[in-house]
């Protein structure tokens, strides 16, 4: 397995400033040299934290999971307490990376599935939405930088009233009039990406409605959807397995959720993700 860390400021030549994010931990298969090259799928993997941290558990956790199922996978630092766009420029920057040297890491540039969690759910979704921003363009170019596909698990996707105030917060800096434009279920279009949407009924930091309002404007503009709500289960659970229990049982382990990822790899392979 090639593991390696690419800061996305340096290999595009972009002054960084303060801005602390936009790095990607690439996990990339090994050619097997004993057999016929294979032409892997790829995934932007890009964890919560309310655009204040990183969560390791739905990182590295996540990563091993697809990555054994032939999945090269590709982990964004995004900056943090930074509001827009730059969280979504580094996003940008990264599925501009990824199908640029798709023949070194083994992938095809034509399916490239971006995952986000809870806040980086968020930005994620805004990837599916808002890939052709003027903000983006003004930095990217002409690049393609919409996934071929996204899975939104337990997203933060409304800033109305049934948000998380301290994602909505950070991403629009306060900005009321900024912050109601990234009020993703009012931006979904006819050329959004196709999205997996999970959520479970009980989670108590960011409402279910965030995922249902989401699917209902995916079912207006007759954009592909699977949309799961799981009965049981708190916020941030992940894999849903061990891996991410805490010390407190609060945490993971439940079989039900679990299924996601299953549920998840069955909606990209019908769009024609595997290995090949």
């Known amino acids: 397995m090639l593991q390696t860390t690419v800061d996305l400021y340096e290999y595009y030549r972009i002054p960084r400033g303060e801005h602390r994010g936009g790095r990607l931990t690439v996990y990339a298969h090994t050619q097997n040299p004993e057999n016929t090259p294979h ?85 994620v979704g805004m990837l599916a939405t808002l890939f052709d921003e003027k903000e983006v363009r003004d930095v990217i170019g002409g690049g393609h930088v919409r996934p071929d596909a996204v899975i939104l698990a337990y997203a933060v996707l409304t800033t109305g009233k049934m948000t998380h105030l301290e994602t909505a917060g950070h991403i629009s800096g306060g900005d009321e009039a900024l912050s109601r434009r990234l009020s993703l279920e009012q931006r979904v279009t006819e050329q959004s990406a196709p999205a997996f949407i999970w959520h479970t009924a009980e989670d108590d930091l960011v409402p279910v409605e ?4 989401m699917a209902m404007a995916y079912r207006a503009k007759g954009v592909p959807f699977e949309l799961h709500i799981f009965e049981r289960g708190g916020h941030g659970l992940s894999t849903a397995d061990i891996e991410v229990t805490n010390a407190r049982g609060d945490r993971g ?10 549920l998840a790899l069955n909606f990209l392979k019908a769009r024609g993700f595997g290995v090949k």
């Open 39 to 123: 032409t892997r799928p790829a995934m932007l993997l890009v964890p919560g934290g309310a655009y204040a941290y990183i969560s390791f558990r739905e990182g590295e956790p996540v990563a091993f999971k697809f990555l054994a199922k032939g999945y090269a996978v590709f982990q964004l630092e995004y900056s943090v307490r930074t509001p827009y766009p730059t969280p979504l420029i580094e996003a940008a920057l990264a599925m501009r990376y990824i199908r640029e040297n798709a023949q070194m890491y083994g992938v095809d540039a034509d399916h490239v599935c971006a995952t986000g969690f809870s806040a980086g759910g968020h930005l």
């Open 210 to 213: 965030n995922s249902l309002l």
């Open 253 to 262: 382990d439940s079989e039900a959720v679990r299924m996601w990822i299953p």
